[in-house]
């Protein structure tokens, strides 16, 4: 797997869920998108 740069913030603190979920949404049509969607789903 190539780095997922919104992964990367989301799980280093840079970003929050909620930015998480709103950086997938132009994304969630392939399965980029869908991964972070499922990854900002997660519990923490």
């Known amino acids: ?3 997922c740069l ?3 913030a ?3 603190g840079y ?3 909620d ?3 709103e950086l ?6 392939n399965d980029y998108g869908q991964y972070i969607l ?3 789903d ?3």
């Open 6 to 8: 919104e992964e990367v």
């Open 24 to 29: 997938a949404q132009p994304l969630k049509k």
């Open 15 to 17: 970003i929050n869920r």
């Open 19 to 21: 930015q998480l979920r």
């Open 1 to 3: 797997k190539i780095a």
């Open 42 to 44: 997660e519990k923490a």
């Open 38 to 40: 499922r990854l900002a």
């Open 10 to 12: 989301y799980r280093m």
